[in-house]
């Protein structure tokens, strides 16, 4: 599991402005001011020192060599996020672009008698959980797309072996130079979900048990499992429904993990009416019903149809666009297009038939303890979200 943010992890003592930081490989940065400080570490804007400038393109995190997190974040770029690595998949993929931060370097740095460890990032823009604190919800063609661009990321890094485990608004970024790119950032929490194709098994440790943000973890945190591929896309899918409703339905709850995990149990288990009527009054969360459903419906150790997965979040197929925010009457300058017109009714069928026969053919043996049902109660309930789904999308488009 990710390790815990616990009491022994503090932050570490301010490095000085302009202190000389020599990386793995020799090269030398320059610390420039402070920006930010998470809950383990602190982030500066830094610069190469045979390209100084006025304007910074990196930034650089440092915590105490003891302290977990960068480690991970340092282990997870070397082994699954290279630059070559990346920009193969973008190019196998036909992407525009993948969000996820470059890796520049890291090192040892000493001082006053500590040892720091820095990692050496691509600088970003601001962070989504800010926007979301001024404007409390996204536009619906938005939110979606934020879905399609958060699963390119996921497939990316799931095909790697890792999961990411702490996907939120405040560990999405826009892009410092292009604020219509989003990007997934923050890897201090990931985890190697299939070490060497060896994925893990599932067992259930309950001194493991609500890890992760409270808000958004997934089902297997709260009950001590190791997380999975499907542990993000249902974490993903709790980030949709905020970003889109403006709350959750557990958000009361959060100093007791065993009422969160109750409520997160019964949304799924009620699918697709619990989303359906979460949504305010006017909008439709039918795509968002039907993306936890997939999600749901997952085996532990089952690889996820990505493909279907961002089909239900953009059934007309359209090429992705700028992002687009309002933040109290005033927008962040980023765009989507909004003259989206979508069958949903015809979408909605189509998908779920598809993951329907998926079911028939194939009842994926894995560890589902808790969660186990047999396959034709699996189709029962997508045969419901087929009805339910094209009541919705007629209400809407009517």
Same mark, same amino acid.
């Given at each position: 599991?990710?390790?815990?943010?616990?009491?022994?992890?503090?932050?570490?003592?301010?490095?000085?402005?302009?202190?000389?930081?020599?990386?793995?490989?020799?090269?030398?940065?320059?610390?420039?001011?402070?920006?930010?400080?998470?809950?383990?570490?602190?982030?500066?804007?830094?610069?190469?020192?045979?390209?100084?400038? =006025?304007?910074?393109?990196?930034?650089?995190?440092?915590?105490?060599?003891?302290?977990?997190?960068?480690?991970?974040?340092? =282990?997870?770029?070397?082994?699954?996020?290279?630059?070559?690595?990346? =920009?193969?998949?973008?190019?196998?993929?036909?992407?525009?672009?993948?969000?996820?931060?470059?890796?520049?370097?890291?090192?040892?740095?000493?001082?006053?008698?500590?040892?720091?460890?820095?990692?050496?990032?691509?600088?970003?823009?601001?962070?989504?959980?800010?926007?979301?604190?001024?404007?409390?919800?996204?536009?619906?063609?938005?939110?979606?797309?934020?879905?399609?661009?958060?699963?390119?990321?996921?497939?990316?890094?799931?095909?790697?072996?890792?999961?990411?485990?702490?996907?939120? &608004?405040?560990?999405?970024?826009?892009?410092?130079?292009?604020?219509?790119?989003?990007?997934? &950032?923050?890897?201090?929490?990931?985890?190697?979900?299939?070490?060497?194709?060896?994925?893990?098994?599932?067992?259930?440790?309950?001194?493991?048990?609500?890890?992760?943000?409270?808000?958004?973890?997934?089902?297997?945190?709260?009950?001590?499992?190791?997380?999975?591929?499907?542990?993000?896309?249902?974490?993903?899918?709790?980030?949709?429904?905020?970003?889109?409703?403006?709350?959750?339905?557990?958000?009361?709850?959060? =100093?007791?993990?065993?009422?969160?995990?109750?409520?997160?149990?019964?949304?799924?288990?009620?699918?697709?009416?619990?989303?359906?009527?979460?949504?305010?009054?006017?909008?439709?969360?039918?795509?968002?019903?039907?993306?936890?459903?997939?999600?749901?419906?997952? &085996?532990?150790?089952?690889?996820?149809?990505?493909?279907?997965?961002?089909?239900?979040?953009?059934?007309?197929?359209?090429?992705?666009?700028?992002?687009?925010?309002?933040?109290?009457?005033?927008?962040?300058?980023?765009?989507?297009?909004?003259?989206?017109?979508?069958?949903?009714?015809? &979408?909605?069928?189509?998908?779920?038939?598809?993951?329907?026969?998926?079911?028939?053919?194939?009842?994926?043996?894995?560890?589902?303890?808790?969660?186990?049902?047999?396959?034709?109660?699996?189709?029962?309930?997508?045969?419901?979200?087929?009805?339910?789904?094209?009541?919705?999308?007629?209400?809407?488009?009517?």
């Amino acid at each position: 599991m990710p390790p815990r943010r616990n009491e022994k992890y503090k932050l570490p003592v301010p490095l000085p402005e302009g202190k000389v930081l020599d990386d793995m490989e020799g090269k030398q940065w320059v610390l420039g001011k402070m920006i930010g400080s998470g809950g383990f570490g602190l982030i500066y804007l830094a610069f190469p020192t045979n390209k100084p400038g =006025k304007d910074a393109r990196h930034v650089i995190k440092v915590e105490y060599q003891e302290n977990g997190p960068l480690f991970s974040e340092l =282990k997870f770029y070397q082994r699954a996020a290279k630059k070559d690595c990346i =920009k193969k998949w973008i190019e196998l993929k036909q992407l525009d672009y993948l969000g996820i931060p470059l890796f520049y370097g890291s090192g040892l740095t000493e001082f006053k008698g500590r040892s720091y460890r820095f990692l050496v990032m691509e600088r970003l823009g601001i962070d989504l959980q800010k926007i979301s604190d001024q404007s409390g919800t996204f536009k619906k063609s938005t939110v979606l797309q934020l879905g399609t661009r958060m699963l390119d990321v996921l497939e990316y890094i799931h095909e790697h072996e890792y999961v990411h485990g702490d996907i939120k &608004a405040a560990n999405l970024l826009l892009g410092y130079n292009n604020p219509d790119r989003v990007y997934l &950032a923050d890897y201090g929490l990931s985890y190697r979900y299939c070490p060497n194709g060896n994925h893990k098994q599932y067992q259930e440790n309950p001194r493991k048990g609500h890890n992760g943000t409270m808000e958004f973890t997934s089902l297997d945190a709260h009950r001590g499992v190791a997380l999975s591929r499907r542990s993000d896309l249902e974490i993903l899918g709790y980030c949709l429904l905020r970003w889109l409703c403006g709350k959750l339905p557990w958000e009361r709850h959060l =100093k007791d993990p065993v009422a969160v995990q109750t409520a997160k149990t019964n949304l799924l288990d009620e699918l697709p009416v619990s989303v359906l009527k979460w949504a305010p009054s006017g909008s439709s969360c039918c795509e968002i019903a039907q993306y936890l459903a997939c999600a749901r419906n997952l &085996a532990y150790n089952e690889k996820p149809n990505y493909q279907m997965l961002k089909t239900i979040l953009n059934p007309s197929g359209m090429p992705l666009g700028p992002l687009e925010f309002s933040t109290k009457g005033k927008s962040v300058d980023v765009h989507t297009p909004n003259n989206q017109k979508v069958d949903l009714q015809k &979408a909605a069928t189509k998908q779920v038939n598809r993951m329907q026969n998926r079911l028939i053919e194939k009842e994926v043996p894995g560890e589902r303890s808790v969660e186990s049902c047999a396959t034709r109660r699996k189709v029962q309930k997508e045969e419901k979200l087929i009805g339910l789904l094209n009541n919705e999308a007629a209400q809407v488009e009517g």
